[in-house]
């Protein structure tokens, strides 16, 4: 029954080295965001997907990545992860953008750089 | 530009007593205002949602919170907290059209103590 799957839950990658975090969803939704959620903080908007048509926060670091190749999978790459990369990262998927939009969350995947 | 305001970073009830979490929010539009419970290591998962409609908003797991536009607040409340309630809670706040992100706040926690 899971909507929104994300694998793997836990990832150790060394610093500087290349990783990819996936999310697929069984909801056909349109839009998959990726969030950034460190250590008792807020989660943190880095970019989203609504189709095809990729959105990217002002703020967030031109190591982050992130890739769709069909509506059910979305891809977030970190190209050189340093030790403040070290977080959870959470996808999510909503119908539309509006705020009636409800977003489903994924479990999320911790990432450690050693 | 919207933001959220979560009044108390960390709230304490015995099982059995009400809950209330407060939360203030400022909007330059109309907004729409959400309140998201995560337990350890989860994702988001949505409690309740105001979108214009009824001021008083019911949700999962006996919330419920009530917009007060006069006072700019969407506090949650539960009339008597349970073990299973213990978690971080986050108001967010959008507006009611476009694609605007969702602003967090930065969480409560709630404990429940025996």
């Known amino acids: 029954d899971a909507m929104v799957i994300q694998n793997p839950r836990y990832q150790v990658t060394q610093f500087g080295k290349p990783v990819t975090l996936s999310c697929s969803q069984t909801l056909n939704h349109n839009v998959m965001y990726w969030y950034q959620q460190k250590s008792s903080q807020a989660p943190k908007l880095l970019f989203h997907?609504?189709?095809?048509?990729?959105?990217n926060e002002a703020d967030t670091p031109d190591n982050f990545q992130s890739r769709r190749p069909n509506t059910s999978f979305c891809f977030l790459d970190i190209r050189s992860p340093g030790l403040g990369d070290a977080a959870m990262y959470l996808c999510?998927?909503?119908?539309?953008?509006?705020?009636?939009?409800?977003?489903?969350f994924g479990p999320g995947t911790r990432l450690t750089v050693t | 530009a919207q933001s959220v305001t979560q009044l108390d970073s960390h709230v304490s009830v015995s099982e059995g007593t009400p809950v209330l979490l407060r939360c203030n929010y400022s909007?330059?539009?109309?907004?729409?205002l959400f309140w998201y419970v995560q337990h350890p290591n989860k994702g988001l998962q949505l409690l309740l949602k105001?979108?214009?409609?009824?001021?008083l908003v019911k949700g999962i797991n006996g919330f419920e919170a009530e917009f007060k536009k006069s006072e700019t607040s969407f506090h949650l409340t539960k009339p008597s907290a349970h073990m299973s309630d213990a978690a971080e809670y986050f108001c967010v706040v959008t507006v009611n059209s476009g694609n605007t992100p969702l602003v967090f706040g930065k969480g409560t926690r709630l404990s429940v103590i025996a």
């Open positions: 909007s330059s539009y109309s907004p729409s």
């Open positions: 999510a998927t909503s119908r539309g953008r509006l705020a009636l939009d409800e977003q489903y």
């Open positions: 105001y979108t214009s409609a009824a001021t």
């Open positions: 997907y609504y189709d095809k048509d990729f959105n």
